[in-house]
C-alpha cells in the first residue's frame, strides 16, 4: 500500500442544522481498523457523512489516500465505502439494480456475485425485490455488499452491527479483519465497541465538538 | 459507465408520482379552468401595455408563486436524502452539474415556454431582445432553483430574506427593461449555478417544531396533535399542496357564484358542491396518508391507544383539522367578495368539511379491516368522491352532511375488527410482515 495516510483531517469544522457539530478537528488515520466512539449526537455519523463527501464542511481539509475531497472529489471518493447508519437510500430500487448501479459507477464488476449476496440474504429472490420489502438486516447486508463494491482502501462503518444476523456480523467480521489484514483502513462508528476495541490500532473519540484520539 | 441521470430522474420522478398525483392532477385541472377563464393572449396584451413597474411586479408574484409551489421538488431532485447518499460515490463533478442542471431545466420548463410565448410577440419586431429575454428568464431560473438548494439549509428567516432579495432584483432587471444587461446578469447567475452543482449541498433545515393546539388537553386531541404533527413533520410539503389546492378550489367556487350566482344560482350551487367536495377530497386524501405513514409505528401507540372513542375522535379531529382551508377560504371570500350565495357557500363548506374528516377516518378503518392500509387506497377516495360529490351536486349540503354520518357509523362498526387486524400485523419493530 502507499505510505500516504489513508484519511488526513485538518481543522474540520462541519455545520448541521445551523451549529457547529465539529469544530477544527484533526486528526490521521492509521492503517488497521480504528474504532470511532462516542455519545449519542456527539457527531460521530455527522464526522463519517463529512469524510464520505455527503455533507459538505464549512472549514478544513479531508484528504484520503492525498487525494482532496474538493480539489480532486472523483479520486477521493473512489478511495472510500461508506456503510451508513441506516440503510434506507434508493429503496424502491432492487437489490440488484442498486449493486449494479453502484459497481458500474466504480468500474468493476459487482464482487460476490449477485447469487452469493442472494444467499447471505437467505432468500435468493430478495435480490430482485425493491429493498423497501427487505428486513432491516438484509438492507444492511445489501449496503455492506455496496460499501466494500471495489475494494476501496478506506472503509468507513457507521454502527455497522445494527440489525444484523449472526451470519451478517460474521460477513461484516470476515470484510473487516480481510481489509486489515491487506493494510487498508476501517474507521468504525459505534456506541457500543465491546470487543471491539481489543482488535483495534486506534481509538477515537468524540465529544465536546471535537476529536480526541485515545490510543 | 451507468447514467446517473438515468437512475436518479425516473426515481425521484416515479416517487413524485406515486406520492402526489392527485394534487398534480387537481392543480393541472385548477390551471385549466383558470386559463380558460383569463385567456393567455388577453393576459400577454395586459402585460404589453401595462406600464413597467406593473408589469415587473405582476411578473414577479407569477414567478415567486411557481418557484415556491415547486420549491419541494427542486429540493427532492437535488436536496433529496437518498440524492446525496450518492455523493459519495465517486462521480465526477461535471456529471452532477449535467444531470442537475437538465433535471432543473427540465422542471422550470413551464418557465421557459411561458416567458417564449409572452416574448412571441416581440420577437417580431427585436429579434435579439426577445432571445435575450427569453435565455435570461431560463438561466435565472436556474440560478434561482440553486438558490433555493444553497439556501435550504438556513433558516426560515434567511430563506425568506434570500427570496425577497432575489425578488427585488427580478424586479429591477425587468423595470429597467435591458434585455443585454438581464442576460449579462442571468449568465453570470446560471454559470455560478452550475458550478455549484458539482459539490454537495447541506441537508435543509428542519423546520422549527411548532405546538398545535399546546393549551388543549385530553386523549383524543393528543392524539389529533400527534396526527398533525406527524402530516407537518414528515409530508408538509403535501399538505401545503393539499391547502393550496384547497383554496385553489374555494377560488373556483367564489368564482362560480360570482359569475353566475345571479342568472343561474342552482347551476352556480351545484358547482359551489362540486369544488367544495372536490377540496375536501383533497384534504382526506391528506389525512389518509398520515394514517398510512403512522401505521409502521402503530406498535408503539397501540399499548396508549385503546378505547374507540378515543381514537377515532382524534383521528376526526386531525382530519378535521387538514380540511379546515375549505372553510376558512369560504369566509374568507364571504368577506372579501360580494356575491349573493354567502350562506349557501358556507353550509356547503361545513359540509365538506366533516364529509372530509369522516371519509378520512372511515377510508383508514376499512383499509385497516382489510389488512391493506399500505396500499393506496386510490379506488375508496375516487369512489365517495364521485357518490357524495354527485349527492351534493343534486340534494345539496344535507346530502354531504348524511353521508358524513353514514361514513361515521360505519368506521364506528367496523373499528373493533379493524383494531384487531392492526394490531395483529404491527407487533414490534421490525416484525411487520412486509409484501
Known amino acids: 500500500m502507499t505510505e500516504l495516510p489513508a484519511l488526513r483531517l485538518t481543522n474540520v469544522t462541519v455545520r448541521r442544522g445551523g451549529r457547529d457539530v465539529l469544530v477544527d478537528v484533526g486528526a490521521t488515520l492509521p492503517s488497521g481498523l480504528t474504532v470511532l466512539t462516542g455519545g449519542n449526537g456527539s457527531g460521530k455519523s455527522t464526522l463519517l457523512a463529512a469524510i464520505a463527501g455527503i455533507i459538505p464542511y464549512v472549514r478544513g481539509e479531508i484528504a484520503i489516500l492525498g487525494a482532496d475531497l474538493v480539489r480532486d472529489p472523483v479520486a477521493a471518493r473512489r478511495n472510500l465505502g461508506l456503510l451508513p447508519e441506516r440503510a434506507d437510500a434508493f429503496v424502491g430500487l432492487s437489490a440488484r439494480a442498486w449493486l449494479t448501479f453502484v459497481a458500474g459507477i466504480r468500474g468493476v464488476a459487482v464482487e460476490p456475485s449477485l447469487e452469493a449476496i442472494g444467499a447471505l440474504l437467505d432468500d435468493p429472490s430478495a435480490i430482485d425485490r425493491p429493498m423497501s420489502t427487505l428486513s432491516a438486516g438484509q438492507r444492511r447486508k445489501v449496503a455492506l455488499v455496496a460499501a466494500t463494491c471495489g475494494e476501496p482502501p478506506l472503509l468507513l462503518l457507521d454502527e455497522p452491527q445494527n440489525a444484523l444476523d449472526e451470519a451478517g456480523i460474521a460477513a461484516l467480521e470476515a470484510v473487516v479483519e480481510r481489509w486489515c489484514a491487506s493494510g487498508r483502513a476501517v ?29 | 459507465m451507468t447514467s446517473l441521470g438515468g437512475l436518479l430522474t425516473p ?20 390551471a385549466q379552468y383558470l386559463v380558460r377563464v383569463w385567456s393567455p393572449p388577453q393576459l400577454r396584451a395586459l402585460a404589453a401595455e401595462s ?19 415547486t420549491r419541494a421538488l427542486a429540493w427532492r431532485l437535488v436536496l433529496g436524502a437518498d440524492v446525496r447518499f450518492l455523493r459519495h460515490l465517486p462521480i465526477a463533478p461535471w456529471r452532477w452539474r449535467v444531470t442537475h442542471a437538465l433535471q432543473l431545466a427540465l422542471l422550470d420548463l413551464t418557465v421557459a415556454g411561458i416567458a417564449g410565448y409572452g416574448l412571441a410577440p416581440r420577437f417580431l419586431r427585436d429579434r435579439s431582445g426577445a432571445l435575450a429575454w427569453w435565455i435570461a428568464a431560463i438561466f435565472g431560473a436556474l440560478a434561482w432553483r440553486v438558490g433555493q438548494c444553497v439556501w435550504a439549509s438556513r433558516s426560515a428567516r434567511g430563506r425568506i430574506a434570500h427570496a425577497v432579495a432575489a425578488t427585488a432584483g427580478f424586479v429591477l432587471v425587468v423595470v429597467i427593461d435591458d434585455p443585454n444587461l438581464a442576460l449579462t ?18 441537508e435543509p433545515s428542519v423546520a422549527r417544531h411548532r405546538t398545535m393546539l399546546g393549551g388543549v388537553r385530553g386523549p383524543a386531541i ?41 342568472l343561474d344560482p342552482s347551476g352556480a350551487i351545484a358547482a359551489v358542491h362540486l369544488f367544495t367536495i372536490a ?13 398510512r405513514r403512522i401505521a ?36 374568507a371570500a364571504a368577506i372579501a367578495i360580494d356575491h349573493p350565495l354567502h350562506a349557501r357557500s358556507f353550509a356547503a363548506a361545513a359540509a365538506a368539511v366533516l364529509w372530509s374528516a369522516s371519509a378520512a377516518v372511515g377510508i383508514t378503518v376499512r383499509a385497516q379491516q382489510r389488512d391493506r392500509l399500505h396500499e393506496p387506497p386510490i379506488g375508496a377516495q375516487l369512489g365517495r368522491l364521485l357518490v357524495v360529490g354527485t349527492a351534493g351536486v343534486v340534494f345539496g349540503a344535507a346530502a354531504v352532511l348524511l353521508a358524513a354520518i353514514v361514513e361515521l ?23 411487520a410482515e412486509r409484501d
Not at chain 1, 471491539?196 to 490500532?201: D, G, I, S, T, V
Not at chain 2, 385553489?248 to 368564482?255: N, Q
Not at chain 2, 379531529?317 to 382551508?325: D, K, N, T, Y
Open chain 1, 187 to 215: 474507521l468504525c462508528a459505534m456506541h457500543r465497541p465491546g470487543a471491539w476495541l481489543q482488535r483495534a490500532r486506534g481509538h477515537w473519540h468524540v465529544g465536546d465538538r471535537g476529536l480526541r484520539i485515545v490510543a
Open chain 2, 222 to 262: 393528543a392524539i389529533a396533535r400527534l396526527w398533525l404533527g406527524v402530516a407537518w413533520h414528515q409530508d408538509g410539503a403535501f399538505v401545503r399542496i393539499a391547502i393550496a389546492g384547497q383554496l385553489a378550489l374555494v377560488a373556483l367556487s367564489t368564482l362560480a357564484c360570482v359569475r353566475v350566482g345571479v
Open chain 2, 51 to 69: 406600464i413597467p413597474e406593473h408589469r415587473a411586479l405582476g411578473l414577479a408574484i407569477a414567478w415567486v408563486l411557481w418557484m415556491r409551489i
Open chain 2, 296 to 331: 409502521v409505528d402503530r406498535w408503539a401507540l397501540d399499548p396508549l391507544i385503546g378505547a374507540r372513542t378515543t381514537e377515532l375522535l382524534g383521528r376526526l379531529l386531525a382530519a378535521g383539522v387538514l380540511a379546515l382551508p375549505v372553510l376558512a377560504g369560504t369566509i
Open chain 2, 279 to 291: 377540496a375536501a377530497g383533497l384534504a382526506t386524501w391528506s389525512a389518509v396518508r398520515v394514517e
Open chain 2, 185 to 202: 446578469i442571468a449568465a453570470g447567475l446560471a454559470a455560478w449555478a452550475v458550478a455549484r452543482l458539482g459539490r454537495p449541498f447541506a
Open chain 2, 11 to 30: 426515481y425521484v420522478l416515479t416517487g413524485v408520482r406515486r406520492r402526489a398525483a392527485l394534487t398534480i392532477a387537481a392543480l393541472l385541472g385548477c
Open chain 2, 409 to 431: 357509523a360505519i368506521a364506528w362498526r367496523r373499528w373493533p375488527a379493524a383494531d384487531l387486524m392492526r394490531r395483529r400485523r404491527y407487533r414490534a419493530p421490525g416484525e
